[in-house]
């Protein structure tokens, strides 16, 4: 059986870096490629929790950041270790760590992956989550189009 190691950082060094990069690069749609930094671009206050396998490789990542005044979010688990039950537990830590925050997720099935899979939309699996939609916000650019959700104590 499969040994992670779940842990916090405020600083991800190089290695880290270039896993979650990787990571970011195989789970995103291709338009986002090679977008990573720009992420926590301006960002304060970042806190990243990762989940690294028994050879020490980040297989899950959270981030959570103040950007124009909101605690914000990002998320993201290998597709060989979905459905372990990994990104809810990301999403648990970060509840209790934060009454509230928010995140941009994708909400269409329109876009492939770098291995020319479908981008399948997280939506629903943050709804399970409690999350709230926020309709009047969205991004509808080339590169992404996306809605924001919202998680709050009270609510989920």
């Not at 009454?99 to 709804?127: A, C, Q, R, T």
């Not at 992404?144 to 104590?153: P, R």
């Amino acid at each position: 059986m499969s040994t992670f190691k779940t842990y916090t950082t405020l600083n991800l060094n190089e290695t880290q870096f270039k896993d979650i990069n990787e990571l970011w690069n195989n789970e995103y749609p291709i338009k986002l490629k090679d977008r990573f930094s720009l992420l926590l671009q301006d960002a304060i206050c970042k806190n990243h929790y990762l989940i690294e396998d028994e050879n020490n490789c980040v297989i899950a990542w959270a981030v959570v950041f103040e950007k124009d005044n909101q605690i914000r979010f990002s998320i993201i688990v290998s597709s060989t270790h979905k459905g372990k039950g990994l990104g809810t537990d990301l999403i648990h830590l970060i509840k209790s760590d934060h009454p509230s925050f928010y995140g941009w997720v994708i909400d269409h099935n329109n876009d492939l992956k770098l291995n020319n899979e479908p981008y399948l939309s997280p939506l629903d699996f943050y709804m399970k989550q409690g999350f709230q939609i926020i309709p009047e916000s969205r991004i509808d650019s080339e590169i992404i189009k996306a809605v924001l959700i919202k998680w709050e104590a009270n609510n989920g």
